[in-house]
């Protein structure tokens, strides 16, 4: 008798584990980046904020097997992988769209945090740079902020 209420368990959590397998591509961390935009626009920003944190998560969660197959390819493109720890081109971008979420919902710190990792993993993404300019000018660190205007990016 308990052999017939254990097998039933262990076909759901196979089948649970496969979901959560599958759902774990590129694919669909471009999915929770597209979402997290869409509810930006709407202004949803907890809406918002949720989709990037998941599309950052799985992002991350992809970035070792990329970083394996990208040491085989060419050495300078494995260390840069490695010191930037994720490399999926939208991971950069979703920081620092949740960095600008966090930076309406005046969550500053958060926001700083989020577009220094962005910068981190893509130097040449100006959004970013503007962004925590922004958001270290309103924390009051006048000094680490380049420029003299206000922006209206926030």
């Known amino acids: 008798m308990r052999y017939r209420q254990t097998v039933p368990v262990v076909f759901i959590l196979i089948f649970l584990a496969g979901v959560t397998v599958k759902s774990q591509t590129p694919a ?7 979402h997290g935009a869409s509810k930006f626009e709407r202004g949803d920003l907890d809406g918002a904020l949720a989709d990037y944190t998941r599309a950052i998560e799985i992002s991350s969660h992809l970035s070792p097997a990329k ?3 990208l040491s085989s390819a060419n050495a300078f493109d494995a260390a840069e992988a ?3 720890g994720v490399i999926d081109p939208i991971t950069a971008r979703a920081y620092t769209n949740r960095g600008i979420v966090r930076l309406r919902k005046d969550d500053v710190d958060g926001a700083i945090s989020d577009l220094d ?8 993404l100006a959004e970013a740079h503007l962004a925590r300019g922004v958001a270290q000018r309103r924390r ?5 902020c380049q420029g003299r205007g206000e922006t209206t990016i926030a």
Do not use: F, L, T, V
Request: charged share 25%; aromatic share 8%; hydrophobic share 25%.
């Open 28 to 34: 669909s961390a471009a999915k929770y980046y597209e």
């Open 140 to 144: 009051g660190d006048s000094h680490n």
């Open 82 to 84: 490695d010191r930037i």
């Open 117 to 124: 990792q962005a910068i981190r993993i893509n130097s040449g």
């Open 67 to 69: 970083s394996r197959s």
